[in-house]
Nanobody, 124 residues
Framework: QVQLVESGGGLVQAGGSLRLSCAAS????????MAWFRQAPGKEREFVAG????????DYADSVKGRFTISREYAKITVYLQMNSLKPEDTAVYYC?????????????????WGQGTQVTVSS
């Protein structure tokens, strides 16, 4: 049974920072791309950032470039999303996702496994 468990969400003021974590278990995620998506109320789920498992390829949505950083830790099979300079428009439920292949893609349909989501709320 594949499991992705997110943590680290919460309430923060605009300009603040949060770090999200996604712990993977149930299979070997050594050759798989992983990503973070988010979904705000009334909006579609959107790609935020992705990383291939070798770490030599990352991708970011234009709206978060320069503010968010995705990284991974092999030993703990964990992916992180460091979020700095947060804005109210970053408020959403953030989801961790993994796909069976090594390349990062931005579409939700490309991902095979999803976490339950963690709420991030940025107050103005």
């Amino acid at each position: 049974q594949v499991q992705l468990v997110e943590s680290g969400g919460g309430l923060v003021q605009a300009g603040g920072s949060l770090r999200l974590s996604c712990a993977a278990s149930g299979r070997t995620f050594r050759d798989n791309a992983m990503a973070w998506f988010r979904q705000a109320p009334g909006k579609e789920r959107e790609f935020v950032a992705g990383i291939n498992w070798s770490g030599d390829s990352t991708d970011y949505a234009d709206s978060v470039k320069g503010r968010f950083t995705i990284s991974r830790e092999y030993a703990k099979i964990t992916v992180y999303l460091q979020m700095n300079s947060l804005k109210p428009e970053d408020t959403a439920v953030y989801y961790c996702a993994a796909r069976r292949y090594f390349m990062v893609l931005t579409g939700t349909s490309a991902y095979d496994y999803w976490g339950q989501g963690t709420q991030v709320t940025v107050s103005s």
